[in-house]
């Protein structure tokens, strides 16, 4: 004998519960990667918006120490910066400086203190020049001076 209407229909809706937990399954799971994304990227533009600096030099006047020009780099931000030069990118009018060039006095500063960044005087003729730092995430200053 076969199946009652009964029957039949029961089977159709057990089929039709397995189906949509699959479906709903697989909503879940697009949901929760799209939501991690959601949360990363929130974090980076957290990161990128708390970290900042600024160059504080009087533009008519850069000390020196030995055969280095110095600059003072300020964070602005509200996180603690990291002052190296794998973190940093130094650019003097638009030509970028070599690594071995320039360094940082500290390894990091903490949000308000001032690091010192010492440019090999090689790196800079007399004249008006344009000296550019790229920090991380991207964060860029960019400070105008005459030697």
Known sequence: MGFSLTGTHV??????????????????????????????RGKRIEENLDTKFKIINDPDYIPTAGNNYIFYVKNIGSRKLATTNETFKIF??????VISNYNFSDNSIQPDEVNTLYVDNSEISLGDHTLRIVGPQDIVDEFIFTI
């Open 92 to 97: 003097i009018d638009g030509e970028i400086v």
């Open 11 to 40: 089977v159709f809706f057990i089929a039709s519960v397995i189906i949509a937990s699959a479906v709903s399954g697989v909503f879940i799971a697009v949901i929760d990667d799209v939501m991690t994304s959601f949360s990363e």
